[in-house]
C-alpha cells in the first residue's frame, strides 16, 4: 500500500463536489483520495500535484484526470496552463505518506538506518545530511525549537555541531548516536519524530511552500468553491486554522468600516475533524490528522 488515505469520505463530502466542476487534489501520493474523487465527476476534471518522482507511478487512467510533477506551490501556474480555472475544489492531505516513511533509502522514518535524505523531490535540494553538516549552531537551534519546538534546542545544536567535526553525520543511526545524551527517558520515540520533523520541514521549505499553495488556493476557487486540508502538526494546523478565519497567516482579524469581519472564506467546521477510533485501529498514522473545511466566499 502506498498509501491509505487518511479521512477518506470526510474530505469526500467536505468537497461537496458537483460532476462538471475543476478540482484539485494537490497532494496526490498513491491517489487513493484523488480515485474517490474521480467517481463524483462526469463532465469534470481533476488535476493531481506530486514532487516526488515515486508517485507518478500511481497515475490513473482516465480522461477526467491529468498528473502534474510538481510542488503544490507552482498550483496557480499549471491550473493557468491547462485552462483549468476557476476551481470548484481543491483537497490538500500534508505531510509524509507510508511509502516514503516505510523507504528506508528516502529517510523519513527514525525506523531505519539510512542516510538523511528527507527530499520529497529527490532531484532537487538540500539534503538532511547537507543542513546537519554545514548550518551554524544559531541556524540549528532555531530549526529545532521553532520546527520541531524541542525544548533542548540548544544542547541538540551543540551536540551537532561539536560531533560534526570529527566526523561528517550521514545516517540516521549516527544522529540517533550523537544525540543519545539528550534523549528524555521514555521519551525517545517522540523526542525523534520532533527531531525528524524539523529536519523535514527544513529541507522541504514545508510551512513556505503551504503558505504560498494557500494564497494561491484562495485566488483560484470560484465562489463557493470548497478548501479541504488535512494536517498533521501545529504548526501546519495553525497556519490552516489562521489563513481560513483570517486571511491571514497571524491570525489576526481585519473589520470593515462598519466593524465587519473581512474573510475570505466561510468556515465549515469550526473545529476540526479527527479520525475515528476505529480508523486510527486501522491506520495509526492517521492519529494525528486534523481536517478543516472551508467555502469561499
Known amino acids: 500500500m502506498y498509501h491509505n488515505p487518511v479521512l477518506l469520505h470526510e474530505c469526500i463530502n467536505g468537497l461537496n463536489m458537483q460532476p462538471d466542476g475543476y478540482y484539485a487534489d494537490v497532494t496526490f501520493g498513491g491517489g487513493g483520495h484523488s480515485r474517490e474523487m474521480l467517481k463524483k465527476l462526469d463532465h469534470g476534471k481533476l488535476v493531481a500535484f506530486d514532487q516526488d518522482a515515486d508517485a507518478a507511478q500511481n497515475k490513473i487512467e482516465n480522461s477526467s484526470f491529468i498528473f502534474i510533477q510538481a510542488n503544490f506551490r507552482e498550483l496557480k501556474k499549471y491550473l493557468q496552463l491547462y485552462q483549468l480555472l476557476p476551481l470548484s475544489g481543491l483537497l490538500a492531505d500534508l505531510g509524509v505518506s507510508s511509502y516514503q516513511f516505510d523507504t528506508a533509502e528516502r529517510g523519513f522514518s527514525t525506523r531505519f538506518d539510512g542516510k538523511l535524505d528527507m527530499r520529497m523531490d529527490t532531484k532537487n535540494g ?54 543519545q545524551p539528550c534523549m528524555p527517558k521514555g521519551k525517545e520515540l517522540k523526542f525523534l519524530a520532533q527531531l525528524y520533523q524539523a529536519l523535514r520541514i527544513e529541507v522541504n521549505d514545508e510551512l513556505g511552500a503551504l503558505k504560498e499553495m494557500l494564497v494561491q488556493a484562495a485566488g483560484v476557487l470560484k465562489p463557493g468553491g470548497r478548501l479541504v486540508v488535512i494536517s498533521y502538526h501545529s504548526l501546519e494546523d495553525r497556519m490552516v486554522k489562521n489563513f481560513i478565519r483570517t486571511g491571514n497567516f497571524e491570525g489576526n482579524l481585519e473589520k470593515d468600516f462598519y466593524g465587519n469581519p473581512i474573510t475570505i472564506f466561510n468556515q465549515i467546521n469550526k473545529k476540526p475533524i479527527v479520525p475515528t477510533i476505529d480508523e486510527i485501529e486501522r491506520n495509526s498514522r492517521s492519529r494525528s490528522a486534523k481536517l478543516r473545511i472551508a467555502e469561499k466566499i
Do not use: C, P
Open 126 to 179: 538540500t539534503t538532511a545530511a547537507d543542513i546537519l553538516n554545514t548550518y551554524s549552531e544559531v541556524e540549528l537551534l532555531h530549526m529545532f525549537r521553532t520546527y520541531g519546538e524541542l525544548q533542548n534546542a540548544k544542547r541538540i545544536a551543540r551536540l551537532i555541531v561539536t560531533a560534526r567535526t570529527t566526523e561528517t553525520i550521514v545516517t540516521s543511526d549516527r544522529l540517533k548516536e550523537i544525540l
